[in-house]
């Protein structure tokens, strides 16, 4: 019993971390739809891990599935709240502490000091779509054009700012509009990018804004996918199946593409040695 525990100690950990946040904010902000959005997205986070924990390949695609469908339909779409980075930008405008601001705090700012770019791999409704297609593994050497995300960073900034600097009317109805123009956009880039560039995450390396706020905060994640240097036979499996094109050989927190893991775990799955 001790062991299975031990065992799950993980997807334990991060429920944990998801329901002190939910009960938190449910007190703090007398709201009980923090409490249902935080355990639920917990509940979907530790399902996932726990699934991938006990072997089953299909894991991370039913929390990617629960959280992503969440965000996208029932928050952004029902809801009517741009979830996008262009959302965290109207509240910050706005001077309000909820909705995107906190879903960016919680999930992308100060969650991946935690673990890192795990939002990447389990809850990125963007990724959920992209996962799906044909090139999970990389064909080609990664390019050195990710600098487009900062454009597109910036670009997301200036909309927003145009928005208020202009005091264009009915802003709310915009920003919702907005939001169902930039999934769009995103999924025929990210579509487009997967096929050209025969790489399923092609979008997130190359143009995705949120990752300027993941980067920085990932390089001091406490959860991190290590190599048993005693164990690994350098046999370069690990390597050559990460969608992200990290070096999971190298425990540095320096190691190439460090910041890009997003906790897919496919290294782990694909080493015959147990080394990671």
Not at 82 to 98: A, D, K
Not at 166 to 180: C, K, L, P, V
Request: glycine share 8%; proline share 3%; aromatic share 14%.
């Amino acid at each position: 019993m001790r062991n299975s525990i031990k065992k799950y100690t993980v997807p334990i950990i991060l429920a944990a971390i998801f329901e002190i946040i939910a009960v938190s904010l449910w007190i703090s902000k007398d709201n009980l739809f923090y409490l249902f959005n935080f355990s639920f997205i917990g509940i979907s986070v530790a399902l996932g891990t726990g699934l991938i924990i006990a072997g089953n390949k299909h894991g991370r695609r039913v929390t990617q599935l629960l959280v992503g469908l969440y965000i996208l339909v029932y928050l952004g779409i029902i809801g009517g709240e741009n979830m996008q980075i262009e959302g965290f930008w109207y509240y910050l405008y706005m001077g309000v502490f909820e909705a995107a601001t906190i879903h960016y705090a919680a999930a992308k700012i100060f969650g991946p000091l935690i673990f890192g770019r795990g939002w990447c791999g389990y809850a990125c409704w963007t990724a959920m779509v992209l996962d799906f297609l044909p090139y999970e593994v990389p064909v080609n050497p990664r390019k050195k054009t990710g600098w487009l995300r900062y454009v597109a960073f910036v670009l997301s900034l200036i909309f927003v700012s145009a928005l208020f600097l202009s005091e264009a009317g009915n802003i709310e109805r915009i920003m919702f509009y907005a939001f169902i123009a930039g999934n769009v956009l995103y999924y025929l880039l990210g579509i487009i990018l997967a096929f050209s560039l025969k790489d399923n995450r092609a979008f997130c390396k190359y143009l995705c804004p949120v990752t300027v706020f993941l980067k920085p905060m990932s390089y001091f994640s406490l959860i991190r996918v290590k190599c048993n240097e005693e164990k690994c036979i350098s046999c370069g499996r690990c390597r050559k199946v990460c969608p992200m094109d990290v070096d999971m050989t190298d425990n540095s927190r320096k190691r190439k593409n460090g910041t890009e893991c997003i906790l897919c775990f496919e290294c782990r799955k694909n080493c015959p040695k147990g080394a990671l």
